[in-house]
């Protein structure tokens, strides 16, 4: 009896792991050796996605410590399902994100703000397995850092630009270049709602060479947008109106009553560098104006400023017998450009608009000098409004936007009040802080006489 039930054990046994065998999975077939094919085939098959993950693999993320973000390593035996959902072709499309395969063996998943940057790094063996998940996604951190508060326009796309900059410094190849990608669209995200500090910052990392690299039409429109409140950006603008973007060989400056304009306005705005600059333009004859008591004016207000090298500037010129002239400053105002002689486009407002607003003759033409500008700075206990006279040198057209860079954009223009001698447009890009309001009147022909910018 013993030994009957030693055979029946042994039988069932058997059974058991006859049908235990039967029931694991076939291993998965590897896809592709070609790593672009591997990935396409992954991300469109769920099932197999797991078969391909390493034991360990190697997670990286981003933590708030305070008011510095701590980067994270730690090996894990297994991947929790939610690190892998980027990886879903179904995802990426109803999440708006975008996958990238760089060779040999990197996949990059980001949105277009910069609030999303997944690095997935594969190894070959018997095939391509994942042994590396970095998420640099900086929205977590960001908001234990600034909690519900509502900042200004911009401010957190600003910051997480800034975030992503400062985080390259503990990066090694390939993430460190994807992220000043993502730092670039952080600061494109913020100029976009308004944001004359993400404006700036997106210029200027777009020509450091270290992200990519954006049209010279885009990064004008952002100097421009950042010099409305920053003496920085009015510089660089000053400079990009020069050299375009290429410090190669030195050239004759591209356009220098602008960039003389822009000099000027940063000057104005505080920067006692610009002031040492104006000096030198002044005295070489760079910008089109070659003028040494000016330029005398200019380094003694710098100096005055502690410009550094500005009083040894001022004193060269003293010893070579240039004096100062109080008739003229070192800002005096540029003789104004005298716009084209044009027709009235129209007495009808919707038809004058229609001709203004696709032609930088006729805004020149019909914008009436001084004209008074409002721009909303960032103040404690709340923004406030300032005003400033602007001469035609100082004006950087088009004020407004043709169709095609408003719709680029995402901006919508419409009349929002209509009289018999003044009339109202309104500026504005929906679901941000940027909002624009220009004032025209009628006297024999429309005219422009203010702008009022609102956006912070």
């Known amino acids: 009896m013993a030994g009957l039930m030693r055979v029946c054990l042994a039988w069932l046994a ?123 996604s900086l929205e977590k951190v960001l908001s234990a850092q600034q909690g519900e508060l509502r900042a ?66 885009k990064i004008l429109e952002l100097y421009i947008q950042g010099s409305r409140t920053l003496a920085q950006a009015s510089h660089a603008l000053s400079g ?46 760079t910008l089109g104006i070659q003028d040494s008591q000016r330029a005398l004016a200019c380094y003694l207000a710098a100096a005055n400023k502690g410009q550094e090298g500005s009083r040894t500037n001022a004193e060269q010129l003293i010893a070579q ?23 009235c486009p129209s007495k009808n407002l919707e038809a004058f608009l229609a001709d203004f607003l696709e032609s930088t003759a006729i805004q020149k033409a019909f914008t009436r000098v001084p004209m008074k500008k409002q721009i909303t700075v960032d103040a404690e206990p709340e923004p406030k409004q300032v005003s400033t006279l602007l001469d035609r040198s100082e004006l950087v057209f088009p004020l407004i936007p043709e169709a095609k860079t408003r719709e680029t954009q995402g901006l919508t223009l419409e009349v929002v009040d209509k009289r018999d001698t003044s009339a109202t447009v309104k500026l504005q890009k929906p679901d941000t802080g940027y909002q624009v309001i220009y004032r025209f009147s009628f006297d024999g022909c429309w005219g422009l006489d203010e702008v009022q910018d609102f956006s912070i």
């Open 152 to 217: 200004a326009p911009g401010a957190r796309a600003l910051k997480r630009g800034a975030l992503y900059d400062a985080l390259t410094n503990e990066s090694g190849y390939p993430a460190d270049v994807q992220l000043y990608v993502s730092s670039l669209d952080s600061y494109l995200d913020g100029a976009a709602q308004g944001n004359d500090q993400a404006a700036y910052a997106a210029a200027s990392v777009s020509l450091s060479g270290q992200a990519p690299r954006l049209d010279n039409s």
């Open 240 to 285: 990009f109106y020069c050299d375009e973007g290429e410090y190669g060989d030195p050239r004759p400056c591209a356009d220098p009553a602008k960039s003389l304009a822009a000099l000027k306005r940063s000057a104005s705005q505080g920067a006692p560098y610009a002031l040492n600059d104006l000096g030198s333009a002044f005295q070489r004859g």
């Open 321 to 343: 017998g240039i004096t100062v002239d109080t008739a003229k400053p070192c800002l005096a105002q540029e003789p104004a450009e005298e716009p084209q002689a044009l027709a």
């Open 14 to 136: 058997l059974a058991l792991s006859s049908a235990a065998f039967a029931a694991e999975p076939e291993a998965a077939q590897c896809p592709s050796t070609d790593f672009a094919e591997f990935i396409s085939a992954v991300t469109t098959n769920v099932d197999t996605r797991p078969a391909f993950v390493a034991s360990p693999v190697m997670e990286l993320s981003v933590v708030s410590t305070g008011s510095k973000p701590r980067v994270v390593q730690r090996q894990v035996p297994m991947l929790s399902p939610r690190s892998l959902v980027e990886l879903s072709a179904d995802y990426i499309a109803k999440s708006g994100l975008s996958l990238q395969v760089q060779l040999p063996n990197y996949v990059f998943v980001r949105d277009r703000k910069g609030e999303v940057l997944k690095v997935f790094t594969f190894k070959f063996g018997d095939c391509w397995k994942l042994v590396r998940v970095e998420d640099w």
